[in-house]
């Protein structure tokens, strides 16, 4: 049997159809359409099977930072796995790559976390949290701490635990989750809300619902707060400017852990190393994935404060958990030339400062749309939303689908943006240049208004 032959895009297809469950999909309505193939990438561009070139304005799934087609990141892989194509971290081994990577991160990261444990996702990372977070407590002599707080809407990944700690209720109703000791409080949505608060107001109210909850369990029972810094699948919810420092201070004033979630924000997508020095908060744990290999292998880990890992260290003994694949060599090979590139190319400031703002204020312009009822971005992430009427805000009926059609006719218009309900989210690498920004809005703007088409009584 050849390792992949050479086939029509049909035959991919049908192979597809007969064999192949796909991650969040509905497969009786994907059979009826049949999977788009993707055969090959350079830059920011995907490519079908019928030759088709898409801008892929997602970077594949959050991740792809670096661009497409970086042979220095396959020239790494390819000479680990020639000297060490695997190794575990397990019974007191350790290997170069997985070495060098935890050095180099704590070079980018906040002074106080030093060390890290490596996973195989993002899902995998905030499971491992749940772990540390638990553990720490009971390793401080106050087991009852055992309730995270987490938001409404928030997605932290597909792993029993992650997906509870998650607050999409499509997902827990599915599953029967949360479970145990995971509870949700309200998501810094401004636009979701009534918008009888000013956004200052707003963000207060939002982050004082998380203190409510600290009440209502009992302070002595919380054991620790996780958010993403932007909320990206659940519509790249930009929190008010008030919101992430009074976190903070309910954080710092109960005593309880923050998790700062980065598994999308991580390795500059908002124009900084990690959404915490974004925002000015200082968490005891980052999970982060996506962006550390930009994409390239699959990798994740946990950054993990001097105040929790001093304690699992001192008193823990041996801390039941692990992957078999933390701190995979040939991955952490990817990483670290990765990271080279972010550095060398000074990815991160350029997105702070050039090809962010560019796109930035391009971007904001799509709310003078009639369709489009609010528009938001920081560094390369963003949003707007689709409304039947600018002035009321109101949205469409949700059997007409909006998100979804305008996404479909992206597609059509070669232009790769993702739905979530009726929010359309853009996060394009960060090697964009400015004629693909150009065109990326461009593309956007034609969609908008076939769009609009579609959706006409």
Not at 150 to 171: E, F, I, P, Q
Not at 274 to 300: N, Q
């Amino acid at each position: 049997m050849a390792a992949m032959e050479k086939r029509s895009r049909e035959a991919w297809q049908e192979l597809d159809k007969g064999h192949h469950l796909h991650p969040f999909t509905d497969h009786k309505d994907l059979h009826a359409k049949r999977s788009r193939i993707i055969t090959r990438a350079e830059g920011v561009y995907i490519f079908e099977a019928d030759g088709q070139r898409i801008l892929d304005g997602m970077s594949g799934l959050w991740c792809v930072n670096a661009g497409y087609g970086r042979q220095e990141i396959v020239d790494a892989a390819t000479a680990q796995m020639q000297e060490l194509p695997y190794y575990n971290n397990f019974f007191q081994c350790a290997h170069p790559p997985s070495i060098e990577l935890a050095a180099n991160l704590k070079e980018v990261s906040q002074p106080h976390l030093n060390r890290v444990f490596f996973t195989g996702s993002g899902s995998e990372s905030n499971d491992t949290i749940v772990r540390m977070v638990r553990t720490y407590w009971d390793l401080m002599g106050q087991p009852q701490r055992h309730t995270i707080i987490s938001r409404d809407n928030a997605y932290h990944g597909s792993t029993v635990a992650a997906a509870s700690l998650g607050g999409m209720k499509s997902m827990h109703k599915q599953s029967g989750l949360p479970i145990p000791g995971i509870v949700h409080v309200d998501q810094p949505y401004w636009f979701g809300s009534d918008r009888s608060l000013s956004p200052a107001e707003f963000g207060l109210a939002a982050a004082r619902s998380i203190e409510a909850k600290i009440n209502e369990v009992g302070p002595d029972k919380v054991a620790a707060f996780i958010g993403e810094p932007i909320q990206g699948a659940g519509g790249v919810i930009i929190p008010p400017d008030t919101y992430w420092p009074e976190v903070q201070r309910i954080c710092d004033e109960h005593g309880i852990l923050l998790i700062s979630d980065e598994v999308i924000t991580g390795f500059g997508r908002l124009g900084e190393w990690f959404g915490a020095d974004y925002f000015g908060t200082r968490p005891d744990f980052m999970p982060f994935a996506k962006g550390v290999t930009s994409g390239y292998l699959p990798l994740g880990g946990v950054f993990v404060s001097d105040r929790v890992a001093d304690v699992l260290v001192d008193k823990a003994g041996e801390f039941a958990h692990g992957y078999t694949y933390s701190g995979h060599p040939v991955a952490c090979a990817v990483a670290l030339a990765n990271l080279e590139i972010l550095q060398r190319e000074n990815l991160i400031e350029r997105v702070r400062d050039d090809i962010g703002p560019y796109l930035q204020a391009k971007w904001k312009a799509l709310a003078e749309h009639p369709l489009v009822g609010e528009a938001r971005m920081v560094g390369l992430m963003g949003a707007f939303e689709i409304v039947r009427d600018k002035v009321t805000m109101e949205r469409f009926d949700k059997d007409q689908g909006a998100g979804t059609v305008f996404r479909d006719t992206a597609i059509a218009n070669g232009i790769c943006l993702r739905a979530s309900g009726d929010t359309i989210i853009c996060a394009p690498p960060f090697v964009l240049s400015h004629a693909e920004a150009d065109e990326l809005i461009d593309k956007t703007l034609r969609t908008l208004e076939q769009t609009r088409e579609a959706l006409a009584p």
